[in-house]
C-alpha cells in the first residue's frame, strides 16, 4: 500500500490545487466527491478512467452508508483508500490531520496550498507538527520505527531504526497524538529492541518540528568521516531532496567536511525523494569547480563536483526523483548496493479536499532516456536485503557499501 500512496514532487513539477471540474456526478459524501472528479480532470493517464469510475460505482454500491459518512470517518476513509488504488499509480493518496505524512507531504506542495497555509498554520503558514523525528510502520500488529532523522529528538535519545513502540507515555503509540501537545517536553518512549526482549524506557525531547528544515537538519547531521581499512570514508544520507537548499548543503559538505575523505559513501535511502533532473553531475560531472570570492575575502562554492569514487545505497525508499538520481549514477558507472528502488517515477501535486485533508496525485508521467521508471525499480549491483525489524542499530546495507568503498580504494591503489 505504501508504494501506491508513495507521494512528493519531482523538482519543479507543480500545479495549482483547485480546478473546475465539470460532468462529475455528485454522491452526497463533498470529499469523496471531490476527490472523484479531481482525478478524472487531472490524473496523468486518461485511459485508467474507466476502469477508475467502474470502481467507483461498485464502491459506491456496495458502501450503503457513504453517501451521509462523516470525511474522517473510517467509511470515507476506506472508499477513497479503494478507489485510488485502483489506478495502480504512485504519487497517489490521500492524507489526514493524524498522520505524520500529511504534514511532510503538506510541506512538499506548500506552493500548491499556499492560499490556505496561514489558515491551516497561523499565524504564519509555516507547516509544523510536534514530534521526535521518527517514523513507523505497521508490520503483522506490531508498529517498528523505520527511520530515526539524523540530529534528531529520538536520535540523542539513542532510539534505533528496527525498535518496536509499544507505548508512549503509557498509552498506545500514534504518529501525530502520542505528541500532540508536548512540545518542550519529554515524552517516555517505551521500546522493544530484540525479538523477545525486555521492554526499556527511554525519554525523548518533543520539539515542534518543521520538515522541510529538520530534512535539511538530518542530511547535514548525518556527513561523517569513518576510518575503514586504513583509509578515510566519508557518509552523507539525502533524506530528502525536495527543496533547492539541499544542492547547497551538498555543495558546502563536499568542498567543507568531506573534501579530504578517500571515498564518498552516498545513501540515498530516503523518505520523500526528490532531486533536480541534473542532480548526479554533482558526482560524475566534469564540469569545473568554481569558487566565488567577495572583496572582504568571504567564499561562496558556486560549483562543485565530486572526482572520487563513489558508491550509493538505494532501497524501497528510494523513489522518484532520487531514482532518476539512482539510475543516473548506475548509468555513469557507480556501484549501487542494497535493494531494489521502489519503481515510483510520476510527477505529483497536492489538492486540499473539502476537509482539509491532501489528495496527492500523479499528473504527469515521467520518461528517463525514453523509458519509464514507473514499475521499473533500478536494481542493486550488489544486493543485500535488510529486514530493518529488531535491527538494533545494524545496518548491513551500509555495511555493504562501505565495504565496497574499500575495494575500489584498494584496486585503484594496486
Request: aromatic share 8%.
Amino acid at each position: 500500500m505504501r508504494r501506491l500512496i508513495a507521494a512528493y514532487a519531482i523538482a519543479g513539477l507543480v500545479a495549482l490545487a483547485f480546478v473546475a471540474v465539470a460532468g462529475a456526478a455528485p454522491l452526497g459524501n463533498p470529499v469523496f466527491d471531490r476527490a472523484v472528479a479531481i482525478v478524472k480532470e487531472r490524473f496523468y493517464a486518461p485511459a485508467a478512467l474507466v476502469a477508475f469510475e467502474a470502481t467507483v460505482s461498485h464502491v459506491v454500491e456496495a458502501t450503503p452508508g457513504l453517501a451521509g459518512a462523516d470525511p474522517g470517518s473510517p467509511v470515507t476513509r476506506e472508499a477513497i483508500d479503494a478507489v485510488l488504488a485502483s489506478l495502480g499509480a504512485s504519487h497517489t493518496g490521500r492524507y489526514v490531520g493524524d498522520q505524520r505524512d500529511y504534514y511532510e507531504l503538506i510541506d512538499v506542495f506548500r506552493f500548491a496550498v499556499r492560499r490556505d497555509l496561514r489558515r491551516l498554520f497561523p499565524p504564519e503558514g509555516v507547516v509544523t507538527y510536534e514530534g521526535i523525528g521518527i517514523a513507523t510502520a505497521s508490520i503483522d500488529g506490531k508498529v517498528f520505527i523505520t527511520d530515526a532523522y539524523d540530529g534528531g529528538p529520538a536520535a540523542r535519545a539513542a532510539i534505533l531504526p528496527g525498535d518496536e513502540i509499544l507505548a508512549v507515555d503509557g498509552a498506545p503509540f500514534a504518529e501525530i497524538g502520542s505528541f500532540r501537545g508536548k512540545a518542550g517536553g519529554l515524552a517516555e518512549v517505551r521500546l522493544r529492541r530484540t525479538a523477545g526482549g525486555q521492554p526499556i524506557t527511554v525519554k525523548a525531547q518533543v520539539e515542534r518540528l518543521q520538515p522541510g528544515e529538520a530534512f535539511l537538519k538530518a542530511i547535514g547531521d548525518s556527513v561523517r568521516a569513518i576510518r575503514h581499512d586504513g583509509r578515510t570514508i566519508g557518509t552523507i544520507r539525502l533524506w530528502s531532496y525536495t527543496r533547492d537548499e539541499v544542492t547547497s548543503i551538498l555543495y558546502s559538505e563536499l568542498g567543507g567536511r568531506l573534501k579530504d575523505v578517500d571515498g564518498l559513501v552516498l545513501d540515498l535511502r530516503s523518505r520523500w525523494g526528490g532531486a533536480p533532473p541534473d542532480a548526479a553531475e554533482t558526482f560524475v560531472g566534469r564540469s569545473a569547480d568554481m569558487r566565488l570570492i567577495e572583496r572582504g575575502g568571504e567564499q561562496h562554492l558556486a560549483n562543485v563536483r565530486w572526482h572520487k569514487p563513489v558508491v550509493a545505497i538505494i532501497d524501497g525508499g528510494t523513489r522518484s526523483g532520487m531514482e532518476i538520481l539512482a539510475y543516473s549514477l548506475k548509468k555513469n558507472g557507480v556501484a549501487l548496493v542494497g535493494a531494489e528502488t521502489a519503481g515510483d517515477v510520476l510527477a505529483a501535486t497536492g489538492f486540499l479536499l473539502p476537509d482539509d485533508s491532501l489528495l496527492v496525485l500523479a499528473v504527469n508521467d515521467v520518461l528517463v532516456d525514453d523509458q519509464r521508471l514507473e514499475g521499473n525499480p533500478v536494481q542493486p549491483d550488489i544486493a543485500v536485503p535488510f529486514d530493518a525489524r529488531y535491527a538494533a542499530g545494524r545496518d548491513p546495507q551500509f555495511d555493504a557499501a562501505l565495504a565496497e568503498m574499500s575495494r575500489l580504494l584498494a584496486e585503484a591503489v594496486d
